[in-house]
């Protein structure tokens, strides 16, 4: 039996989650919105149009942030489009994803669907086709209070009081060719600072996200970043990172290596943001913005397919299975484990695009939940507090020259509710004999010990058949947690401890 040991310690600690760690994309994609989250001839539709099964289905999920609309959408998008009389916005084309955008689903519905499911907005600008001057004129729409053409536009549109949008993502994806109005990393450097500065005159309060790349494979990587941060190194308070991993080569020890690759990629931005730093003699530290990540693969044939220009056509629907459910756990563990840095993640998307919930149009189940929303569900709710280093040693096996431990983990403290919480994944096809040591949290008791296993990795969950349960194989050693953890399991551990501060 393969054998892994772990120890924290009260004093040892990496850093505060942000709670806006667990956030989402909704993109004006697909069934993302229309048919996704807003359906107003549905029969579980509320007065605004927002189906209330996907409400409580995302509520389960516990998303503080929503970045939106795109995505590669937003490159394309003009807001102004999604705003006033519902009759009068335009039918326009979508470039990013060859479908029709209605409009009818908007910035209002946006805020006002945020409000509902108890979200905060991430709103991303146009930095593709647009620039300085409709950024600058949507912050004023949204925050500017009243006595201006544009803020007296929203208060007419319905909205008094406003928005008060924090958070701003400038553009998305702009180093990659496949985006409308690609940029050059100086191109884009160069807008972002003017963009920004424009957009913190209107409103001095807001916190701006700049563009990284879009993948760790990019052949601009690292470039990129240190000559856009160049440009924009005191505008920001945010650098995005992206990334999506793929089971395409059928090499399960691969794809469950994911995370390593991972973990590579936040270590490689934090050097170059810290290298700029250095450079340029500044004292502010620049924090990441994981703000999309996810598998994606499964639904790639099946949008080759697809008719251009269609009003919400099934575009990624990923039907996930359940090694794809361990890889989205252990993703999930490498933030946690980089919450001093990593302060915003988006899991991109929430519903039926590369998403944990999926609708159907009509009938009964009205919704299905995927096998990735299990373990994502479990540590947005209990990966909170403060992430807590620990020392790990597990048997590993190497791939491309990288180390990869069988099994991975995070450990959260909270403080607010004297809990620890410990997430732990046996990526191995055995059993393994696990110790936990729990150094100087008195007084432990075991609150909950779940696991997430016994699922062919290759069944996916339409049947609603999948389901967490009771982690039985555990004791409790004085401070030490041991016990077995099936092959291929995500689990996760909730121990009450005395208040440490
Ligand atoms: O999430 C799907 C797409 O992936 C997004 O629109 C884009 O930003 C990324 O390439």
Redesign the pocket.
Known sequence: MLKASFKINSDNRIGKIDPRMWGS?T?Q?GRGVYTGIYQPDHPLADENGFRKDVVSAIKKLNVPLIRYP?????SGYNWEDGIGPKEERPVKLDL??KSIETNQFGLHEFMKWCQTIGAQADMAINLGTRGIDSARNLVEYCNFPKGTYLSDLRIKNGQTEPFNIKLWSLG??MD?E??IGHKTATEYGRLAHETAKAMKIVDPTIELIACGS??HTMDTFGVWEETILDHIYDDVDYLSL?Q?YDNDDHDIKKFLSSSVDLDSLINDVIAICDAVKARKHQNKTMYLAMD?W?V?YHSKKADDKQKPWQIAPPL?EDHYNFADALVVGSLAMVLMNHADRVKIGCL??LVN??APIMTNISGTPTIWLQSIFYPFMQISNYGQGETLRVQSHSESYSLENRVVPYVETSAAYNSAKNEIVLFIENKADKEVEISYEIDDFPAINIIEATQFCGYDLEQTNEDQLMKIEELKQLNLDSNRVVGKLEAYSWNMIRLSVKDKG
């Open positions: 994309l993109e994609l795109g995505g590669n959408f937003v990013a994803w998305n994806e990659g496949w985006q879009s993948l992206h999506y999309e996810n994606w990624l991109a998307q695009v590369i």
